[in-house]
């Protein structure tokens, strides 16, 4: 069974402070996907990591995936009230471009405080 | 593009009987799609994958007989909760992919199940 050990699982910070979510396992994932999720909703896509090392911005987000493809971070600069939810990573299994259910971490609660 | 539509989106039912999801790729095909679950503030548990023409494929623990899953078109796929206890209340949630971006999910809005 493939884990994905996500951390924090829970961090309140005040607006204008970063933050880097981390997600880690044993396993190496043929890619690697980060969600954000609002209460009663399903999730959102927010990027996907594919490539070791790849690093991918959205704006204030910066993602990362390990060299090794078995973790990925997500920083968040000068968080803002907005960035407020569940934040989730989860993993793909299979390589060569099929389709795969993915494995996802436990999620980060992130609040940010105005 | 990339949306993906679940019914109801919320049902409450009895002990005993069976309720069906719908989930549907409003803008695209999707010979593959996923069932999700997910327990109150827990993360996604991937149940099934679903194929369009062909049996679903049930991730170990879950019960094939009671999660029914039928993808009878490339744009719709079904999961029937038969004989539902209060056990399977739970946030029930589909997601696709678009040929071209296999490593990309798309999910619905989830459909919320209260078994009384």
């Known amino acids: 069974t493939q884990l994905l050990e996500q951390s924090p699982q829970f961090l309140s910070i005040q607006e204008g402070e970063n933050l880097t979510v981390y997600c880690n396992s044993s396993s190496v994932f043929s890619s690697l996907q980060w969600y954000r999720q609002e209460p009663g909703e399903g999730p959102v896509l927010l990027v996907t990591?594919?490539?070791?090392?790849e690093v991918k911005k959205l704006k204030r987000l910066t993602f990362q995936f390990g060299d090794a493809r078995k973790d990925s971070s997500l920083h968040i600069t000068a968080a803002q009230p907005g960035d407020t939810g569940l934040y989730l990573c989860?993993?793909?299994?299979?390589?060569?471009?099929?389709?795969?259910?993915?494995?996802f971490g436990k999620g980060t609660h992130l609040i940010i405080q105005p | 593009g990339a949306v993906v539509s679940q019914h109801p989106s919320w049902v409450i039912c009895k002990s005993g009987t069976s309720v069906k999801i719908e989930c549907r790729s409003l803008?695209?095909?999707?010979?593959?799609m996923f069932w999700y679950r997910q327990f109150p503030k827990q993360s996604l548990m991937l149940m099934a994958t679903?194929?369009?023409?062909?049996?679903?494929?049930?991730e170990q623990g879950v019960e094939k007989d009671k999660f029914l899953i039928n993808h009878a078109s490339l744009t719709l796929s079904t999961l029937t909760v038969t004989s539902a206890h209060p056990e399977d209340s739970s946030f029930y949630i589909c997601?696709?992919?678009?040929?071209?971006?296999?490593?990309?999910?798309?999910f619905g809005p989830g459909t919320r199940l209260t078994v009384t």
């Open positions: 803008d695209f095909q999707a010979t593959t």
């Open positions: 997601s696709a992919n678009l040929a071209a971006k296999p490593h990309e999910q798309y």
């Open positions: 679903s194929n369009e023409g062909s049996k679903a494929t049930y």
């Open positions: 990591v594919v490539t070791g090392g």
């Open positions: 989860a993993g793909a299994r299979r390589a060569g471009g099929g389709a795969d259910g993915l494995t």
